[in-house]
């Protein structure tokens, strides 16, 4: 049987500036904690993504304590940006990571089976995502050079997910990006986003898509709320263990401070 090369998926961490907490919790811990489970059981990983809202409100110091977290990884680390994030500190505090020819955080990576594609949906002064004609030029570019399937890293879902308080600020005005995946859905394996912090699970004009739980806070499943007051609850905080295989996707969600023992299953 071909084997899988396995990636990580995290998503929504929001750290704050001097390690506060938010929303009674300790966004720097858990994800420290986040990264010891993960350097514990997964060292094996090819890397490990994250799909934005990197830290809460943007702040300098917020990302110097990412950076301190990351730094324990094992493997490398591809973030994208959230609303939540400041693209300008972002970028201040991780030069390495690419850019496109216009300052968006968008770059792609050849992966042994794939091609990953990561988005910037990032504007600043709102929570909704945006998705100009600038980064939908780069990405048609993009899906035009991939030889292999795609892989699409994204902030913001471009589809509505039921929760009307999410969808009033998700990817707003999605013809650009529209236009730039039209004819590429059956080259697109798979689209990973945060933003809801909700483990989600779908297909969109026939492109499977998934996202999964923040390390610190979430949302509660309300669906058709008119209020678009979004609840906040706290429940087991996760990341994604995915598995790649040519032909196939594979998402495992690991609760990671899940202290339940487990035990051996009879006959």
Same mark, same amino acid.
């Given at each position: 049987?071909?084997?899988?090369?396995?990636?990580?998926?995290?998503?929504?961490?929001?750290?704050?500036?001097?390690?506060?907490?938010?929303?009674?919790?300790?966004?720097?811990?858990?994800?420290?904690?986040?990264?010891?489970?993960?350097?514990?059981?997964?060292?094996?990983?090819?890397?490990?993504?994250?799909?934005?809202?990197?830290?809460?409100?943007?702040?300098?110091?917020?990302?110097?304590? =990412? $950076?301190?977290? #990351?730094? /324990?990884?094992?493997? !490398? @680390?591809?973030?994208?940006?959230?609303?939540?994030?400041?693209?300008?500190?972002?970028?201040?505090?991780?030069?390495?990571?690419?850019?496109?020819?216009?300052?968006?955080v968008?770059?792609?990576?050849?992966?042994?089976?794939?091609?990953?594609?990561?988005?910037?949906?990032?504007?600043?002064?709102?929570?909704?995502?945006?998705?100009?004609?600038?980064?939908?030029?780069? =990405? $048609?570019?993009? #899906?035009? /050079?991939?030889?292999? !399937? @795609?892989?699409?890293?994204?902030?913001?879902?471009?589809?509505?997910?039921?929760?009307?308080?999410?969808?009033?600020i998700?990817?707003?005005?999605?013809?650009?990006?529209?236009?730039?995946?039209?004819?590429?859905?059956?080259?697109?394996?798979?689209?990973?986003?945060g933003?809801?912090?909700?483990?989600?699970?779908?297909?969109?004009?026939?492109i499977?898509?998934?996202? =999964?739980r923040?390390?610190?806070h979430?949302?509660?499943?309300?669906?058709?709320?008119?209020?678009?007051?979004?609840?906040?609850?706290?429940?087991?905080?996760?990341?994604?263990?995915?598995?790649?295989?040519?032909?196939?996707?594979?998402l495992?969600?690991?609760?990671?401070?899940?202290?339940?023992?487990?035990?051996?299953?009879?006959?």
């Amino acid at each position: 049987m071909p084997r899988f090369d396995k990636y990580i998926h995290l998503t929504d961490t929001h750290l704050v500036k001097e390690a506060g907490a938010l929303y009674g919790l300790d966004p720097k811990l858990r994800l420290q904690q986040a990264v010891e489970h993960i350097n514990c059981h997964h060292a094996d990983a090819r890397a490990v993504v994250i799909t934005g809202d990197l830290t809460h409100y943007g702040h300098d110091n917020a990302y110097e304590h =990412l $950076r301190e977290c #990351l730094a /324990a990884l094992s493997m !490398p @680390v591809y973030p994208i940006l959230g609303n939540h994030d400041s693209r300008v500190n972002f970028v201040r505090h991780f030069p390495h990571i690419p850019c496109d020819a216009n300052g968006f955080v968008q770059y792609v990576v050849q992966l042994e089976r794939y091609t990953a594609i990561f988005l910037d949906t990032n504007e600043p002064g709102v929570h909704w995502g945006v998705f100009c004609e600038q980064r939908a030029q780069w =990405l $048609r570019a993009a #899906l035009q /050079a991939a030889e292999k !399937p @795609v892989l699409l890293f994204m902030h913001h879902p471009f589809f509505p997910i039921g929760i009307t308080s999410m969808d009033d600020i998700s990817l707003r005005n999605t013809g650009p990006f529209e236009a730039a995946i039209a004819s590429f859905e059956p080259r697109i394996a798979h689209c990973f986003f945060g933003h809801i912090h909700r483990p989600i699970f779908g297909s969109v004009r026939g492109i499977p898509y998934s996202t =999964l739980r923040s390390t610190n806070h979430d949302v509660a499943l309300v669906l058709q709320d008119p209020s678009l007051n979004i609840v906040g609850k706290n429940e087991n905080p996760q990341y994604g263990v995915l598995l790649l295989r040519e032909g196939q996707v594979l998402l495992h969600l690991e609760d990671y401070l899940d202290s339940s023992e487990g035990y051996l299953l009879g006959g």
